[in-house]
């Protein structure tokens, strides 16, 4: 039966605004598409609450017909018109994408430079659909019915020339976006269906639902194939035995080392800079007042379903061991593996935790930092922690843990008492350092100033580069942070202050200058 929307929905993609104004005005700002955004906003909030799919295309539809050709409108609409008519409006909205990419990627919105926008549009379309139809234990979460067999071959078609489309017209940007799991998947997908003349495949009997196993009999379990054709298959059946560990006993520690093996053990090197789209603020927040509140079965429900959607943003691995540790003593080997397996990725990619999103955002905060700290002494084997009788030391760990458990001022009390009763200058260097470095996770940037510019006349009187180089570099690299940070619009002083320490950091210590400046190199 054919899709009678087909054809409306395909023009979308070919025809015009008008034939004065292609592709129309940039409508980011419009009342019409912040309602459309705020269905979007939806997906993934703490509420459980989704978006209304049917206003979702009815509003993408409006935009694109009569106001603005816009990438991401286009990928809500393909999303919308999934969740609505199935696989039949994928095909169309798929086609339309194609059309859209073909007759309007000069002009189109977002516009080409910068390139992240259209990117995270075209990636974000496939991230979102991928998981709805790659098969796991033989079944598509968003599974075809019988009626859809020839859609899904129609959409296995589809899909290949919208990845043609996007491959030539990303050609001349810095980043192509992925569509290769997105491709594999409807394959797959395809294949499972069967061809077109031949019966639908029968599916396998199922008990009724809740009905007990047979005594003595094996449990009922989804069959794994003895061997694997992809890496993502085998991956898919870790995640499914992750989940159902899980569901099973949430302190079950293999299923947390598993999750986090498929998530971050497969992670080969540390993405580009504010290039992700990050989470919005109102999630933030959400896990805030769920840790403040210490709500931690929800807490811990929350943040490892969130960390399966989000792996980079870090803060989720301080707030499912938050979780774990107030569950009590029964859950500290599941909080152990959380633990264990951030410092895996640290030592492994430690430039991770320094990155941020799309939006500025950092990966993990200060308070995330603080806890990294905290483990890395513990799970770390000879990372930093306090050590048997160095007072500073253990001050830090201290006020790590402080820090971790939202106490910013109680920290930096602690560090301010270990300045004042240290024993030794180099006692007090140090712990004067670590806590410059605190204020600057917590940002208050001007008190970290006056902290490290008080230790400058220290390391040229004590000639700490000479023998103290590493507690020198350190000093240097969080004095040049906390200059660029607290100054956004440098005056030609400031340049020239920073200048200077940056050359004082890139002679100790080149590699992490390097790293440490980025996108941004000092002006001169």
Same mark, same amino acid.
Request: aromatic share 8%.
């Given at each position: 039966?054919?899709?009678?929307?087909?054809?409306?929905?395909?023009?979308?993609?070919?025809?015009?605004? /008008?034939?004065?104004?292609?592709?129309?005005?940039?409508?980011?700002?419009? =009342?019409?598409?912040?309602?459309?955004?705020?269905?979007?906003?939806?997906?993934?909030?703490?509420?459980?609450? =989704?978006?209304?799919?049917? #206003?979702?295309?009815? +509003?993408?539809? =409006?935009?694109?017909?009569?106001?603005?050709?816009?990438?991401?409108?286009?990928?809500?609409?393909?999303?919308?018109?999934?969740?609505?008519?199935?696989?039949? !409006?994928?095909?169309?909205?798929?086609?339309?994408?194609?059309?859209?990419?073909?007759?309007?990627?000069?002009?189109?919105?977002?516009?080409?430079?910068?390139?992240?926008?259209?990117?995270?549009?075209? #990636? %974000?379309?496939?991230?979102?659909?991928?998981? +709805?139809?790659?098969?796991?234990?033989?079944?598509?979460?968003?599974?075809?019915?019988?009626? $859809?067999?020839?859609?899904?071959?129609?959409?296995?078609?589809?899909?290949?020339?919208?990845? @043609?489309?996007?491959?030539?017209?990303?050609?001349? #940007?810095?980043?192509?976006?992925?569509?290769?799991?997105?491709?594999?998947?409807?394959?797959?997908?395809?294949?499972?269906?069967?061809?077109?003349?031949?019966?639908?495949?029968?599916?396998?009997?199922?008990?009724?639902?809740?009905?007990?196993?047979?005594?003595?009999?094996?449990?009922?379990?989804?069959?794994?194939?003895?061997?694997?054709?992809?890496?993502?298959?085998?991956?898919?059946?870790?995640?499914?035995?992750?989940?159902?560990?899980?569901?099973?006993?949430?302190?079950?520690?293999?299923? %947390?080392?598993?999750?986090?093996?498929?998530?971050?053990? !497969?992670?080969?090197?540390?993405?580009?800079?504010?290039?992700?789209?990050?989470?919005?603020?109102?999630?933030?927040?959400?896990? $805030?007042?769920?840790?403040?509140?210490?709500?931690?079965?929800?807490?811990?429900?929350?943040?490892?379903?969130?960390?399966?959607?989000?792996?980079?943003? +870090?803060?989720? #691995?301080?707030?499912?061991?938050?979780?774990?540790?107030?569950?009590?003593?029964?859950?500290?080997?599941?909080?152990?593996?959380?633990?264990?397996?951030?410092?895996?990725? %640290?030592?492994?990619?430690?430039?991770?935790?320094?990155?941020?999103?799309?939006?500025?955002?950092?990966?993990?905060?200060?308070?995330?930092?603080?806890?990294? !700290? $905290?483990?890395?002494?513990?799970?770390? !084997?000879?990372?930093?922690?306090?050590?048997?009788?160095?007072?500073?030391?253990?001050?830090?760990?201290?006020?790590?843990?402080?820090?971790?458990?939202?106490?910013?001022?109680?920290?930096?009390?602690?560090?301010?008492?270990?300045?004042?009763?240290?024993?030794?200058?180099?006692?007090?260097?140090?712990?004067?350092?670590? +806590?410059?470095?605190?204020?600057?996770?917590?940002?208050?940037?001007?008190?970290?100033?006056?902290?490290? @510019?008080?230790?400058?006349?220290?390391?040229?009187?004590?000639?700490? @580069?000479?023998?103290?180089?590493?507690?020198?570099?350190?000093?240097?690299?969080?004095?040049?942070?906390?200059?660029?940070? /607290?100054?956004?619009?440098?005056?030609?002083?400031?340049?020239?202050?920073?200048?200077?320490?940056?050359?004082?950091?890139?002679?100790?210590?080149?590699?992490?200058?390097?790293?440490?400046?980025?996108?941004?190199?000092?002006?001169?």
């Amino acid at each position: 039966m054919a899709y009678e929307k087909h054809d409306q929905i395909v023009a979308l993609g070919r025809e015009p605004i /008008s034939a004065a104004s292609p592709v129309g005005d940039p409508v980011r700002y419009d =009342e019409i598409f912040e309602r459309l955004q705020a269905q979007m906003d939806k997906i993934g909030s703490l509420t459980g609450e =989704e978006p209304d799919w049917r #206003q979702v295309v009815e +509003l993408a539809t =409006e935009i694109l017909k009569g106001k603005s050709k816009d990438m991401l409108v286009m990928t809500y609409l393909t999303l919308g018109l999934f969740e609505t008519d199935g696989y039949n !409006g994928l095909t169309a909205a798929f086609e339309a994408y194609t059309e859209f990419l073909n007759k309007f990627w000069e002009n189109c919105y977002p516009k080409v430079k910068p390139p992240q926008g259209r990117y995270n549009a075209i #990636q %974000y379309l496939a991230e979102r659909i991928v998981p +709805l139809v790659e098969l796991v234990g033989g079944q598509a979460k968003k599974n075809p019915t019988a009626a $859809e067999r020839e859609a899904v071959h129609k959409c296995q078609e589809a899909v290949a020339k919208l990845d @043609e489309a996007v491959t030539k017209a990303f050609a001349q #940007q810095p980043d192509t976006p992925n569509l290769l799991p997105m491709v594999r998947a409807f394959k797959a997908l395809r294949d499972k269906v069967g061809p077109l003349g031949a019966p639908p495949a029968a599916a396998a009997p199922t008990a009724p639902a809740g009905a007990p196993a047979a005594e003595g009999a094996a449990p009922a379990v989804a069959a794994v194939p003895e061997t694997f054709t992809t890496a993502t298959q085998a991956v898919q059946v870790v995640v499914k035995v992750a989940k159902y560990l899980l569901s099973q006993d949430n302190k079950d520690a293999r299923a %947390y080392r598993l999750m986090r093996a498929v998530h971050l053990g !497969g992670l080969a090197a540390a993405p580009k800079d504010r290039i992700i789209p990050g989470p919005p603020d109102t999630r933030r927040t959400a896990f $805030e007042n769920l840790a403040s509140s210490g709500n931690w079965a929800q807490l811990l429900t929350e943040a490892e379903g969130q960390f399966a959607s989000t792996p980079l943003w +870090l803060d989720m #691995q301080r707030y499912v061991a938050l979780a774990l540790n107030g569950h009590g003593p029964s859950h500290k080997p599941a909080h152990d593996a959380v633990a264990f397996e951030t410092v895996a990725l %640290y030592k492994r990619l430690p430039e991770v935790f320094d990155l941020s999103f799309k939006d500025g955002k950092p990966f993990a905060d200060g308070a995330t930092k603080a806890w990294l !700290g $905290e483990i890395v002494g513990q799970f770390g !084997g000879g990372g930093p922690g306090a050590a048997r009788g160095d007072t500073v030391a253990e001050a830090v760990a201290e006020a790590r843990k402080l820090l971790s458990e939202a106490k910013g001022p109680e920290a930096v009390k602690r560090l301010s008492a270990e300045m004042d009763h240290a024993g030794s200058r180099r006692q007090r260097f140090r712990a004067q350092l670590a +806590l410059a470095g605190f204020c600057v996770d917590m940002n208050r940037l001007t008190l970290a100033q006056s902290l490290l @510019e008080g230790l400058e006349s220290w390391i040229d009187q004590f000639r700490l @580069e000479e023998w103290e180089p590493d507690l020198a570099a350190q000093a240097w690299r969080d004095l040049y942070a906390c200059l660029k940070k /607290s100054r956004p619009k440098p005056t030609p002083e400031d340049l020239q202050r920073c200048n200077a320490v940056f050359a004082r950091l890139c002679r100790l210590d080149p590699a992490t200058a390097l790293k440490l400046d980025g996108d941004s190199k000092p002006a001169g």
